[in-house]
Each structure stands twice: as structure tokens, then as C-alpha cells.
Nanobody, 124 residues
């Protein structure tokens, strides 16, 4: 079992930066892939970034490429999303997710474990 808790959200002015955190507990060593997802108001949830734990391989949605960065701190069992040059369209509930499939990077699964979310608001 794995539990995920997000933190770090809030209201940030356009052009500003914020770092989201996702703390994992339970059996964090079993996690193979982690991702950050977001759900804007009135829209479906979408993946923003993902990481293959261990190697640290990453990729990003086109809408955030060059602005957001996903990273892990294994010693703290924590995943981060650094968000720079924020835009109003980045406003969403942000979720952390984890999967334990060793082929998760290639199979792109729906993810097994999810956090409760943290709100990021970027006023126009």
C-alpha cells in the first residue's frame, strides 16, 4: 500500500513560480513511475509530467514543456513539480500519482495510487 499527500498549492501571479510536493508513505520503494496530473475547471484531467524512478527519466505535456520540471528526492520519499512562468491557463487542481509496474514507462498505465490534490490558481 502507498499513500500520497500533495502540498504547496496556492494563488500565484502570472509569470510567477511555485513548487508542488508529493510525500509518499507505506511502501514507497515499490513505486516505479510517478506523475503529476491536473484538472482545470470544467475540463478533463490530463497528465502534466511523469518520471521513471531510479533512472530519473522524464517527459512533459507540450503545454508545460520548458516551464515545468518534475524531480524526485529518494531520501525524503518526495516528488516535486517546479512550475515556472505560470499562466492563467495553468489554473487547476493538481494531483500526484504512482504506479508499481516495472514496464510503466512504456505501457503508460492509468496509475494505481493517487493523492487528494492541491489547488493552483493563476489570476488573469
Amino acid at each position: 500500500q502507498v499513500q500520497l499527500v500533495e502540498s504547496g498549492g496556492g494563488s500565484v501571479q502570472a509569470g510567477g513560480s511555485v513548487r508542488l510536493s508529493c510525500a509518499a508513505s507505506g511502501d514507497p520503494d515499490s513505486i516505479k513511475c510517478m506523475g503529476w496530473f491536473r484538472q482545470p475547471p470544467g475540463k478533463e484531467r490530463e497528465r502534466v509530467a511523469r518520471i521513471r524512478l531510479g533512472p530519473g527519466r522524464t517527459d512533459y505535456a507540450d503545454s508545460v514543456k520548458g516551464r515545468f520540471s518534475i524531480s524526485q528526492d529518494k531520501a525524503k520519499n518526495t516528488l516535486y513539480l517546479q512550475m515556472n512562468n505560470l499562466k492563467p491557463e495553468d489554473t487547476a487542481m493538481y494531483y500526484c500519482a504512482a504506479d508499481f509496474d516495472v514496464l510503466c514507462w512504456y505501457s503508460d498505465p492509468p496509475y494505481t495510487y493517487w493523492g487528494q490534490g492541491t489547488q493552483v490558481t493563476v489570476p488573469s
